[in-house]
């Protein structure tokens, strides 16, 4: 499939499948298990995936539109599904021919699903060091140590790309690694279900790792590549990602209030809201705010896959504006519809809850903020 037939097959799913689960998942808190198995079996699991693994190959651009699209329908699901697609593109980063071969190719046929753990309660915000240790017991095993929070598709998963501490207890910052956890490895121990005020069926579970033992070949790159992922895939890939998702879900709130404008009439004159001069001007600002925000984002996904300097920037703007620009749509759309729009179950309760966390989740905007006014005053992104 090339970018606009997968696009269209991502467009059929989320109108059937997504849109039929969408409700239950949120009201009830559960993963979106139907909507995540039809991607896979459309062969969308691999959207990311070189093609000389079977996958689909579209990069930034095509993760954008996808998760946009999933996005407006659910944004659970985009999320669920965006980071499948971040923990594949992390694996096929530098992925070995084993790991070619029992990672990559299964998720391009859609058999294995892949997402990351990198945050951890004791860092916050700065998902970016790692404490979860990593002790060499052999030239082929290793042995993990920590804990790992917020981690979506939590239980759900095939396997999980893990940040870790050095294998030299003395190692510095650039010494962190990468490696992939397979879910069904028996030491592994979640905390409970997920109950988030929004975006309720990511299964956002605390994975607890207690003398894991993992064998020396899921390591990703070389020791002491982490820094190196998060700054040259994580950071692009999961930004994008989540900047569709958020885009997707200020698209839904726009939708929602243009309808109610051209649907609402007032009984005493027989007139609709869409013919109140300031109600009309009010939704064009609405309009202009969310498509110059979609322009950056493609804007840095274009910039990003010619893989050039110049693509930080627009990278890391792209989710603050995002997220700004989904908060403000979505408070703007409940405003314009009135009180149908306050009532619990409707459209906007799930559109405003899952909009709010635009801004917490990490790298929080005000994070992305200040990271884009290092680069641009050519000063180190991460602080000490």
């Not at 809201?273 to 969310?290: A, C, F, M, V, Y």
């Amino acid at each position: 499939m090339n970018l606009q037939e997968s696009l269209e097959t991502v467009r059929f799913i989320a109108k059937s499948t997504v849109t039929e689960e969408a409700l239950v998942v949120d009201e009830q808190g559960i993963w979106p298990e139907q909507s995540i198995r039809a991607l896979q079996k459309a062969g969308l699991g691999g959207l990311v995936v070189a093609t000389e693994m079977g996958g689909l190959g579209q990069g930034l651009t095509g993760l954008a539109q996808a998760c946009e699209i999933l996005g407006e329908v659910s944004g659970s699901t985009a999320l669920c599904f965006g980071m499948h697609c971040v923990g594949s593109a992390v694996i096929g980063a530098k992925a070995t021919a084993q790991q070619q071969q029992d990672l990559l190719k299964p998720i391009a046929a859609g058999e294995h699903l892949t997402t990351l753990a990198l945050s951890e309660p004791g860092t916050g915000a700065h998902f970016y060091y790692p404490q979860t240790q990593l002790l060499a017991l052999s030239e082929a095993e290793y042995l993990v140590n920590g804990n790992k929070s917020f981690v979506t598709n939590g239980g759900k998963a095939d396997s999980y790309v893990l940040s870790t501490l050095g294998v030299d207890p003395e190692a510095s910052q650039e010494a962190f690694s990468c490696m992939v956890l397979r879910g069904d490895t028996l030491e592994l121990a979640w905390g409970p279900e997920w109950k988030g005020l929004g975006m309720r069926g990511n299964s956002s579970k605390t994975l607890f790792l207690k003398d894991v033992k993992v064998p020396a070949q899921n390591l990703l790159g070389e020791v002491g590549d982490q820094l190196w992922y998060i700054f040259q895939v994580v950071a692009p890939y999961f930004l994008t990602a989540m900047s569709g998702t958020y885009l997707g879900i200020a698209q839904a709130a726009f939708n929602e209030a243009r309808k109610h404008l051209m649907e609402r009439s007032y009984r005493h004159n027989g007139t609709t809201l869409s013919q109140n001069t300031l109600l009309q001007h009010r939704l064009g600002l609405l309009w202009s705010k969310i498509e110059r925000t979609r322009q950056l984002l493609y804007h840095a996904t274009r910039e990003g896959e010619k893989n050039t300097a110049a693509a930080v920037l627009p990278i890391l703007a792209s989710k603050a504006e995002v997220g700004h620009c989904c908060v403000e749509v979505v408070n703007e759309a409940m405003t314009l519809m009135g009180g149908i729009a306050y009532s619990q179950h409707s459209r906007l309760d799930v559109l405003l809850r899952d909009a709010r966390a635009a801004h917490v989740m990490s790298p929080t905007t005000d994070i992305l903020y200040t990271w884009l006014g290092r680069a641009l005053l050519e000063q180190p992104i991460l602080d000490n």
